[in-house]
């Protein structure tokens, strides 16, 4: 589209422009025929291999490269790669730099353990977004780096995880986003604007029958969650539903104690809603449903792994505030 | 004779179970939902105060009241004060747990756990950190038995740390170190123990380093004497990470200082402790981390201070 010809415009704008055509294939011929890989450090873009060189910019870890050259300047190697810098999924463009950069900084397919060492930066930056006084955009680092891993060494033993790693930044960035909106605290999960699941799907669709999908298809329910309940019983139903049908299609899955735990606390909070509306076959009904459930969660919890572990006294705890009558959730202030 | 005996069997008995009830000592209790304290029993009583979950409570007396049973109590005014005046005044009873309650140890957990999510959560409960404290800390005094009681101790004792670290950025006030000895102490050789005394090193980090080599030299040689001294602590592969980080970081000061083999002792030594971890440790993250910081210092990426190209 960009590279048509105006029939009105001159013949030396027309050249110009079919050279440029020429050339921008070429280079993305070139690049296609050219190793992949991604840069573990942020690093200057200069236009020459010369650290006194004009600089082009900067190069963020996990950024996809081409790598079209190298050479050796002083004892020291450089790689002459094509970086993609800015991508607008929804226009379907991308901004492409070329340039001179130290060749250490840069891993690519061919790189002994480069699965490993991709994955290791990663963990770095999840680590560093983590820490208070981290290294600013270290999520949006380890979110890229996470997801090249899986692009270049899709048969890695680490790929797997680091999809879903990546896919989980992403959902936790957006969500975090949302939530800031006044949409997010609208009652109907309709009226918000839903976070991007495709990466979460995709991690389902290439590692199906992992705990991998497991995790991803847990995080696809908040899509689906009210804004906020404002005392209305058909949320908690509904998410409560939810959340064991999760439970009941992937019993195997390390959320499965979680999702059990998050539908019984939904009943709970159905007893003091219906208690209030004078409602007492309805709040008795929900009251047995949420002691079954959790009572099947405290069953299932894994005392051997510390992650899992914690699920059991939360169920028995829950259990015994509802034998005692203590309310588990605030039905009047959910109303104000 | 026998006649004689009984007539004073009775009252030797009654004697006999007051003693026992005596050497118990009072009951001792906790609160898992936040509760008013009242000055006699029944909601129409007038209110003294707000009693917080996890607090130490002493049973003094038991009745009911509207249709409900309520209990006696006396409990320090500060929870959190060594010394504090006390107070007495009724409670609800049913959200009181007692050494009685059966699977109480898990209940009061329960609520701990749940505390310290809150704590977590932007926007959850206030105080609900200090809930959780508490909350760990009576399982381990009302339950000393259960399986639950060294986790509890130690999360209770990492929880407080945590907190005094936050407060010793803003106030510089020091960081008390008992409670995570007493883990130590209490349950030696255990998983607990070994993460207390990770806790622990904290205390003998410079605060900063100011490029200097003392700071870093330091701390690598007590993270690595941690990893020796606990091989199967949960914290063993990141005391060696850390160790290993430090020398690498050693490796640039001395670079940037000029003195290349110290520079080059320092890289080869970070190299032979992430080795180290890469064979020991090759489940979880930390492998890929250590294979991460040898594919850097053999490529000389700086680790520490700004990449000079």
């Known amino acids: 589209m960009a590279c048509s010809l105006n029939k009105v415009n001159m013949f030396t704008k027309k050249r110009a422009l079919l050279m440029l055509c020429v050339a921008l294939a070429a280079t993305a011929a070139l690049a296609a025929d050219k190793e992949h890989g991604t840069v573990i450090s942020e690093v200057t873009l200069f236009v020459t291999p010369d650290p006194q060189a004009q600089k082009l910019g900067r190069v963020t870890r996990g950024r996809d490269i081409f790598l079209m050259d190298h050479t050796t300047v002083d004892n020291k190697p450089w790689d002459h790669l094509l970086a993609v810098v800015d991508v607008d999924l929804e226009r379907e463009t991308m901004r492409e730099i070329s340039g001179w950069v130290p060749a250490s900084v840069v891993v690519t397919t061919s790189t002994p353990n480069g699965d490993q060492i991709i994955y290791g930066e990663a963990v770095d930056s999840e680590n560093q977004a983590e820490q208070r006084g981290g290294r600013k955009n270290a999520a949006q680092d380890a979110m890229r780096l996470y997801y090249r891993l899986y692009e270049y060494f899709p048969s890695s033993p680490l790929a797997g995880e680091a999809l879903w790693r990546a896919a989980d930044i992403r959902w936790q960035l957006e969500k975090s986003d949302i939530r800031l909106r006044p949409s997010s605290r609208e009652m109907s999960p309709d009226m918000r604007t839903p976070m991007d699941d495709q990466n979460l799907r995709l991690v389902m669709k290439k590692f199906p029958h992992t705990q991998w999908a497991d995790l991803a298809a847990f995080n696809l329910i908040d899509n689906k969650l009210c804004g906020s309940w404002k005392g209305e019983t058909k949320c908690p139903e509904k998410e409560s539903e939810l959340y064991e049908k999760y439970a009941r299609e992937h019993p195997q899955s390390p959320k499965f104690a979680e999702a059990l735990f998050n539908a019984a606390w939904r009943q709970g909070a159905l007893v003091e809603m219906y208690r209030t509306q004078h409602e007492q076959d309805k709040s008795e009904k929900a009251r047995k449903k949420a002691m079954e459930l959790a009572q099947e969660g405290a069953g299932r919890s894994n005392e051997s792994d510390p992650k899992l572990a914690d699920w059991k006294p939360r169920a028995i705890e829950f259990m015994y505030s509802l034998q005692q009558g203590i309310p588990t959730y605030d039905a009047e202030a959910d109303r104000k | ?309």
């Not at chain 2, 080869?268 to 910081?293: E, F, N, S, T, V």
Request: hydrophobic share 45%.
């Open chain 2, 1 to 309: 004779m026998v006649r004689h005996w009984k007539k004073f069997e009775l009252p030797l008995l009654l004697v006999l179970a007051l003693t026992a009830a005596f050497a118990a000592g009072p009951e001792r209790a906790t609160l898992i939902r936040e509760a008013s304290l009242y000055v006699s029993a029944g909601s129409n009583a007038q209110r003294l105060s707000q009693v917080g979950r996890g607090s130490g409570l002493t049973i003094l007396e038991r009745s009911n009241a509207d249709g409900q049973p309520w209990m006696k109590i006396s409990m320090a005014a500060d929870q959190e004060a060594e010394v504090s005046r006390e107070v007495t005044g009724w409670l609800p009873a049913k959200a009181v747990v007692t050494g009685a309650t059966a699977n109480g140890d898990q209940v009061i957990f329960g609520q701990a756990v749940d505390s310290e999510r809150q704590a977590e959560e932007r926007g959850g409960r206030k105080g609900a950190a200090q809930d959780a404290l508490r909350l760990y800390s009576r399982v381990a005094e009302l339950f000393p038995g259960s399986p639950l009681a060294a986790e509890a101790m130690w999360r209770a004792a990492d929880i407080r740390w945590q907190l005094a670290k936050t407060a010793f950025v803003r106030t510089a006030k020091p960081m008390e170190q008992k409670y995570l000895l007493a883990v130590i102490a209490k349950f030696p050789q255990s998983k607990q123990a070994e993460l207390a005394a990770y806790d622990l090193l904290e205390g003998q980090m410079c605060q900063e380093w100011r490029g200097q080599a003392e700071c870093p030299q330091k701390e690598s040689a007590v993270y690595e004497q941690y990893a020796r001294e606990h091989p199967q602590s949960p914290k063993a592969a990141e005391a060696l990470y850390n160790a290993a980080w430090r020398q690498a970081a050693l490796a640039d000061i001395y670079r940037i200082e000029n003195d290349s083999g110290k520079s080059d002792a320092a890289r080869k030594k970070a190299a032979a402790l992430a080795q180290q971890i890469a064979g020991q440790y090759p489940q979880g993250d930390w492998k890929p981390r250590a294979l991460d910081l040898i594919y850097k210092l053999e490529k000389k990426i700086p680790i520490y201070g700004v990449l000079i190209e």
